[in-house]
């Protein structure tokens, strides 16, 4: 259920990321549920593997991309859990690229911006 939450939100704020296709629970009794959550995946690489290919130039140039649409997560009330999964470039555009590298959070404080922003950087080698 998390997974169609952080989707729902994303699409809401506008933060670029996976498509929510569906959403739908069930319950199975008086304390369980079932549910599932589809969505379409974005197109691209996965940061972490496009790294390894891209020039010390091209790192810089989406490092400033990844700021933006970190400082788009923060302000939709988004943090990261897994930066190393979290983003992807499709032709130089960076958007989330897993929804379970992404937590709601009811405040996002500066030392956690500059968390957020720190990782990307230790990521793509450009600190």
């Given at each position: 259920?998390?997974?169609?939450?952080?989707?729902?939100?994303?699409?809401?704020?506008?933060?670029?990321?996976?498509?929510?296709?569906?959403?739908?629970?069930?319950?199975?009794s008086?304390?369980?549920?079932?549910?599932?959550?589809?969505?379409?995946?974005?197109?691209?690489?996965?940061?972490?593997?496009?790294?390894?290919?891209?020039?010390?130039?091209?790192?810089?140039?989406?490092?400033?991309?990844?700021?933006?649409?970190?400082?788009?997560?923060?302000?939709?009330?988004?943090?990261?859990?897994?930066?190393?999964?979290?983003?992807?470039?499709c032709?130089?555009a960076?958007?989330?690229?897993?929804?379970?590298?992404?937590?709601?959070?009811?405040?996002?404080?500066?030392?956690?911006r500059?968390?957020?922003?720190?990782?990307a950087?230790?990521?793509?080698?450009?600190?």
């Amino acid at each position: 259920m998390t997974i169609g939450r952080v989707l729902f939100h994303l699409q809401r704020y506008g933060v670029p990321g996976p498509r929510l296709l569906a959403f739908g629970q069930r319950l199975t009794s008086a304390i369980g549920a079932e549910w599932f959550a589809l969505y379409e995946s974005p197109p691209g690489v996965p940061l972490q593997k496009w790294r390894h290919t891209a020039s010390s130039a091209a790192r810089r140039a989406v490092l400033d991309r990844v700021t933006d649409c970190l400082a788009k997560l923060h302000a939709a009330g988004c943090v990261l859990t897994d930066p190393q999964a979290a983003f992807a470039v499709c032709d130089g555009a960076v958007c989330v690229a897993d929804p379970r590298a992404v937590r709601i959070a009811r405040r996002v404080s500066a030392s956690v911006r500059r968390r957020d922003i720190r990782d990307a950087a230790r990521l793509l080698g450009a600190e």
